[in-house]
């Protein structure tokens, strides 16, 4: 399945990255992933959280251009070769890869938010292939510590 | 009033509209007459047009077709502040029964006066062109100019209460409010400056509200800043709202110089009041019908403050074609460019208008901009601000990166300058609720 994730226009400035993260946390928003990109004059935060429409409401709110967009979550076993393998599997398909982050799950597993150029045909191959893809409510558990 | 009961049918005939279909050559004949109580006013009671005339050897005698206006000497509006307060008055004090001042953005402010009968005019002229943008009695009008000094506020609210509109005196500023007052009042009709009522229509979003669906308001009275054909179309769209241009300034009478009827191809402009001519800005030489240049004023009626041949300093031309609406007073072409907003970069004369036009073009709705100029070791630098929308936003760098390469192309097209364009985060340029503030030249400040 599709997850949404959050992207927000960071202007090059002093604060705005720690203006953006205090709106989160003042919302109790919590998150699994995130990456920062640098185009030099202006950046741009990716994350992935559980709850992305008030995400969006809330950093929206705090004056900051939000967009959202499909991406996948791959659950890949963490060890060498892992993602090899996949990559391996769709290059057949002539899929693109446009960015990718990751992160480790306390199952031991890692997952690599990944964007495609064509997020169905991604989601069908990979599907095809026996991937596992995190639903969003799989998202829900993976912030916090287990008790 | 059951007199007035005419004023509710839509399309039928207004008698304050007449004036604006009086055959042309009556017009002439009443502008010439006009003409020559004016300069005599002028000449007799006002030394600095006394002097300037008679440097040139002209007196109000020689004044006998509309021609000879052609003759008589400029002013402009270093004249206003050379003589503030009142030395371009042309009646004793107890005569003047309302002043007006320009905010002084660039300068000293200057003074205007109104005797009893030019308050008259005013309101007439105001309520010719309520009605020729189509506003009835039966509207409920919120009037979001500026209410004090500024011309626009009691000049609105005046022609208003004339035409028996509701109105509501919400004057300027505090938008949450606007938005509230347009939806409760159930307003129909708005008047203001056209970059305040785009700040209105983001905050009206961010507060959900959609204007088709939540409020009434079917069009809209918009002047006192220069505005292009674009951003027309940006209201419209984003509002569904008919938005009309009205034409003045305080130095003539303020807002009701001319106005726009319902075909909204440049304001007519009230010629029984306000005798009309284009110049080539250089030689100063009269310039045809449709031929571009500066616009100029003579007032026909006005007695505190006789103006004659002002430089208006609104880029412009006389529309040559009849307007199919069928009033014989001649219309303009819409106003987007002051030479006093020009600015000069590397030797190229701008108009923050053309960097609008080519905003415009990339992104089809209008992004909120400032031009700033500064000085590096002695060079000359712009660049445009342009503040990033949701809208505008891709989950790209790349796409961002080629936003912003897009933009400033198409600033070179129009320019033809190669200038820096930065993204900046949404509502970091500051808004204006009077007129809106497009240029910050820090060229002074650090050479």
Redesign the interface.
Known sequence: MKIRQISVFLENQHGRLSALCRSLAGAGIDLCALTLSDAGEFGLLRFITAEPDRAKRVVEAAGFAVTSSDVLALCLPNRPGGLSAVLTELEPHGLSVEYMYAYARRTGDAVMITCFDDVDRAMAALEAAGVTLLKPADLSAEGRPSV | MISRLWNDLEGTFFPESALDFMPVERLREVQLQRLKTVVSLAYERVALFRERMDARGIKPAGIRSLDDVHRLPFSMKSDLRDTYPYGLFAVPMAEVVRLHASSGTTGKPIVVGYTAQDMEVWKQVIVRSLLSAGYTRSDIVQNMYGYGLFTGGLGLHAGLEALEATVVPASGGNSERQIMLMKDFGVTAICGTPSYFVHLIEVAHDLGIDFRRDLKVKRGLFGAEPWSDGMRKYIEDASGIKAYDIYGLSEIVGPGVGCECECRNGPHIFEDHFLVEIIDPETLEPLPDGQEGELVFTTLSKQAMPAIRYRTRDITAIEPRPCPCGRTIRRIRRICRRSDDMFIIHGVNVFPSQIESALLRTEASLPHYLIVLTRRSGLDQMEVRVE???E??????GA??QL?KRFARSIEQVTGLHIAV???????IARSEGKARRVLDQRDTNP
């Open positions: 990033i929308t949701g505008m936003l891709r989950d790209r760098v961002m990166e912003q930065t993204l900046v985060q949404p509502g970091s």
